[in-house]
């Protein structure tokens, strides 16, 4: 194997800080004629390091593949993190599997990257390590959002509040969730607004609160506008915590498809109704309140 650009990071998200790590090195390895490689983990390394501290997941391992396959990369490598892996040193790290597997010749990486046991893999012991072995270390610089960086952290924060214009604008992207088409109750059919229901997604996906939201669902053989419900069902008496979507001007059959529900934005909460009728009321100016937002964030609608 030839000499490679490579990166390395969790990148949860794959936000706009990560996006230009991936694109300095996608673009160094073209001018250097290598490849281009990104190094990340699965699980998260706090899930491992300090499990009571492991953040909810913007992306989950399948969300993240589908989106670094747009990156332009050469090849991404999902390691698996483990206790021994936990505790070895960065020089160890650094010789046995950036060295030894992916044979670097530049290591190009975040702003505040570090790795290995206490995270004692900084810059500055990167660099000693890279002129004792002969590979170039670079920093691409911090992202800004309002004169702040990037980072995921920054994004849980906004998801987690229902600040999904500020998520998006990080991002680079709509907050998004991936899962499987399920077979619902069919009550959405019923009173004239029909529902794709998903699987339960992972609990270590981070979602935003419960509520009704302007969105849209992807699949592989389309796209459409949509209104979306996170959250229980309290005019059927249903507590449970569910994702379902009305997609605007299409009644096809979904059921086993794997489909991205894109959260653009929140339009209210979750409420009872007193009956079928008023919630039929409530939902037909839902939709109403959905197309406007999707007009105005410029997403598709496809009616």
Not at 257 to 284: K, M, N
Request: hydrophobic share 45%; proline share 7%.
């Amino acid at each position: 194997m030839s000499r490679a650009v490579v990166t390395v990071g969790t990148f949860d998200g794959v936000h706009r800080g990560h996006w230009a790590v991936l694109e300095e090195i996608a673009r160094r390895a073209r001018v250097l004629g290598r490849a281009s490689v990104l190094v990340t983990f699965e699980p998260h390394p706090l899930e491992i390091v300090n499990p009571p501290a492991a953040p909810p997941l913007l992306t989950l391992g399948d969300e993240k593949r589908l989106i670094l396959a747009q990156s332009g990369v050469d090849r991404v490598a999902f390691l698996p993190f483990t206790p021994e892996l936990r505790d070895w040193p960065p020089e160890r790290f650094v010789r046995q599997v950036l060295e030894a597997r992916f044979h670097i010749a530049e290591l190009v990486i975040g702003y505040d990257h570090g790795f290995g046991r206490g995270r004692a893999g900084d810059v500055e012991l990167l660099r000693t390590i890279g002129r004792e072995d002969g590979f170039a270390v670079d920093v691409v610089p911090a992202v800004t959002l309002d004169g702040r960086p990037i980072s995921s952290t920054l994004i849980r924060r906004a998801v987690a509040g229902g600040d999904l214009e500020t998520a998006a604008r990080a991002l680079g992207r709509p907050y998004s969730a991936t899962g499987t088409v399920v077979r619902g109750a069919g009550r959405g059919r019923a009173i004239g607004i029909p529902t794709i229901n998903l699987a339960p997604p992972s609990p270590r996906k981070l979602l935003p609160p419960d509520g009704v939201y302007a969105g849209c669902v992807a699949w592989r053989g389309g796209v459409r506008g949509a209104m979306l419900n996170l959250g229980p069902r309290p005019t059927f008496g249903e507590t449970g915590r569910a994702l379902e979507a009305h997609l605007f001007g299409f009644d096809g059959d979904l059921y086993g498809e794997i489909v991205t529900i894109e959260f653009v934005r929140r339009l209210r909460d979750v409420l009872r109704f007193a009956s079928v009728d008023a919630l039929r009321r409530q939902l037909d100016a839902d939709k109403g309140s959905a197309l406007d937002a999707l007009r105005m964030s410029g997403r598709p609608i496809t009616l």
